[in-house]
């Protein structure tokens, strides 16, 4: 454990790395340790995974959700900024929505598909109105932001290694963090807050037991000295897609941002508007054929535990959500899309 934990630090570049039983449970704690109470709102994309905005419930707050670009798939700064300047009142240094009278307290930055968010921008908005930065890096392990690490920008950030994930541990998950006190903070939180002794078991605060176990940890040690090669397949197949849809009309391939070199987690075609229409024939027939592509997850808003929380004008997300088809994205296809 303490050894999967130093090699995903030396990886990242962050000070402490906590690993817990998965990213939920990472998103959870991140959230918890950044002062997040309830009634408090957080502002999230409705274009994500549930876990997302399921974790913002675990610690009673609610979910506030914005709008994504075109360009990264993820949260439009410049949009959220403006968004902000009319719903947000900002006293003594924190932000509050004028409309609720509740404090918009964080934001989670999510790197959609692996594509890395705006973050130097969202970090100055975040500055700007007094709000926590956490970084949902969950399907980002291997992405870069300008050079660096994803995961180096939030008070927190998470990762995940669920089955699905670039690497695996079976289930987990990390918590990122630069700040060493909140790193251990996060440990003793994970680990049902139990304070060192030879034999007693005395508690100081409400605590978890998301420790990772050993043995998906030691996983996780071999899955990530795998990783390059597993990044390295996976941009081959991103070229190699890249490349076949530049020639097919209606329908293109989202490369990664300009300032970004991402793992490319799960691949993405976007429809043109006109073409719309046709992702569920698409669906249909790759899928009847045993290609495995899959729609956009539902967004956020439009489920219905979350239909009635606040929100910003969400059109980008939703024409994003319309017009998005994810293809198969494994390590391995690289070999196999000549077929295509
Ligand atoms: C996978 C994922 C999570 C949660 O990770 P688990 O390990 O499955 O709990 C959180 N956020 C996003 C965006 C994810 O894709």
Redo the contacts with the bound molecule.
Sequence with gaps: MDKFEKMLVDYTGVKKAVAV???????HISLNLSGVKKNDEVLLPTL?????AN?VSYVNAIPHFVDSEEKTLGTDPQKLFDYLKKVGDIRKDACYNRNTGRRIRALVA????GHPVDLDSLQNLCEHYGIILIE?A??ALGSFYKKRHVGNWGKFS?L???G??TITTG???AILTHDKNLGKLAKHITTTAKKPHKWQFNHDRIGYNYRMPNINAALGCAQLEQLSTFLEQKRCLAKRYAEVFRRIKGVRFFPEPNFARSNYWLNVLLLDNSHRHERDGVLETTNSRGIMTRPSWTLMHKLPMYEKCPRMDLSVAERIEQTLINIPSSAMDCMTVNVV
């Design positions: 039983v998965n990213g939920t449970a990472a998103l994500t995974f549930i876990a997302t974790a999510v790197h959609t598909f949902d969950a399907e998470i995940s290694f669920n699905n994930k289930g987990g998950g």
